[in-house]
C-alpha cells in the first residue's frame, strides 16, 4: 500500500464565492491528491479544505493553494471572527497510512521552506513541526492576529520573527505549518444571542484557561447566534461527549441550552462510536457492529 497523508489548510476567504472556488481548485489540480471536503463560514470569513492523497503530491499541491489564496487575498481588507495571520491561515499535515508523524513533521518543513523561498511568505512551524516549545502550540504564533504580527515584526522583536521567510508581512501575511494528529472542529450554538456567555463557557472548559486538556475553544457570535467554536486536539483523551455535556451543564448557569451542533470538515469514525456509545449505554458497541462495516 502507498503512504496517505491528510492535509486540512484553513485559508481566509469565506464569503467571495468565486475565489473560495479558485482556492480550492489549485488544491485540487494535482494528481496523487484529492479534495474530500470543503466548507465556508462567512462571519468567521474563513474556509477549510480536506485533501487526502500520496505525501509528495498533497505538498505539491498544498503548495499551489497557498500560491493562489496569496494571489487573490489581502490580509490588510481582511475582517473576520477566527483569528488569523494569513491568507493561507494554517496547514497541517496528518499521517494516515503507512506515514509516521515524523516524516509529517519533514513534510511541513520542506513546505515551510519552499513557500517562503518561492512565494516570499513568512512561515512558522507548530505543533509536532515546532522548533522551539512555545511554538506547539497555534494560538501562541497567532497571537495578536495579523495586525499584531504585523506591529511587532515592523518592531524588531525578533522573539516574534518567523522560522523561514521575511520578518515582515505583506498583503498574503504568514502561514503556520506543522504536522499533528487528526483535530476535530465541532461547534456547539446555544439557544441564546449573548455572546458574552458562549465567551464565558469557551473560558471554562479550554486547556488554556484551565479546562479540559486537548480541548481549544472560543466564544463567537454567529448569525445573530451564540456559539462556543471548538478544535479537539486528541479526541481519544477528550471525547465530545465529555465536552458536550460540560458545555450543556455550563450553559445551564446562564439559563440557556444547546440548540444545535456543528461539524466542521470530517470526523473520524471512532469519534462517532465513542459518543454513541456513552449516550445510548451500548457498552458493546464496537465498529463491526455496525452494518456498513462489513461493506
Not at 485533501?51 to 499541491?61: F, H, T, W
Not at 511587532?152 to 518567523?162: F, Q, T, Y
Not at 484557561?209 to 480541548?215: E, F, V
Request: net charge negative; charged share 20%.
Amino acid at each position: 500500500m502507498s503512504a496517505i497523508v491528510e492535509s486540512v489548510p484553513n485559508f481566509s476567504e469565506g464569503r467571495r464565492s468565486d475565489v473560495i472556488a479558485a482556492i480550492v481548485a489549485a488544491y485540487n489540480s494535482v494528481e496523487g491528491a484529492r479534495v474530500i471536503d470543503h466548507s465556508a463560514d462567512a462571519d468567521h470569513n474563513r474556509s477549510v479544505v480536506t485533501l487526502l492523497g500520496e505525501p509528495a503530491a498533497v505538498s505539491e499541491a498544498l503548495f499551489r493553494g497557498i500560491a493562489k489564496a496569496a494571489e487573490l487575498i489581502d490580509m490588510r481588507q481582511h475582517r473576520g471572527e477566527h483569528p488569523r495571520i494569513g491568507a493561507t491561515d494554517v496547514v497541517p499535515f496528518v499521517p494516515i497510512r503507512d506515514i509516521s508523524m515524523a516524516e509529517c513533521v519533514a513534510l511541513a518543513r520542506g513546505l515551510a521552506e519552499r513557500v517562503s523561498v518561492e512565494l516570499g511568505i513568512p512561515t512558522y512551524l507548530y505543533y509536532h513541526a515546532a522548533t522551539r516549545p512555545d511554538r506547539e502550540v497555534l494560538a501562541n504564533i497567532r497571537r495578536g492576529e495579523y495586525e499584531g504580527l504585523q506591529a511587532e515584526l515592523a518592531a524588531g522583536n525578533s522573539d516574534r520573527a518567523p522560522d523561514f521567510g521575511p520578518a515582515q508581512l505583506g498583503p498574503a501575511g504568514a502561514t503556520v505549518i506543522g504536522a499533528r494528529p487528526p483535530l476535530i472542529a465541532y461547534n456547539l450554538y446555544l439557544s441564546t444571542g449573548d455572546e458574552g456567555i458562549a465567551k464565558a463557557i469557551a473560558k471554562a472548559i479550554r486547556h488554556s484557561s484551565g479546562g479540559m486538556r486537548y480541548l481549544q475553544a472560543m466564544g463567537v457570535l454567529v448569525e445573530g447566534r451564540a456559539q462556543v467554536s471548538m478544535n479537539f486536539l486528541d479526541y481519544t483523551r477528550t471525547p465530545l461527549h465529555r465536552v458536550t455535556e460540560l458545555v450543556r451543564r455550563e450553559a445551564a448557569r446562564y439559563g440557556v441550552g444547546i440548540h444545535s451542533a456543528e461539524l466542521i470538515g470530517l470526523i473520524p469514525q471512532q469519534a462517532l462510536l465513542d459518543a454513541a456509545q456513552w449516550y445510548l449505554q451500548l457498552d458493546n458497541l464496537r465498529p463491526e457492529s455496525v452494518l456498513e462495516w462489513h461493506f
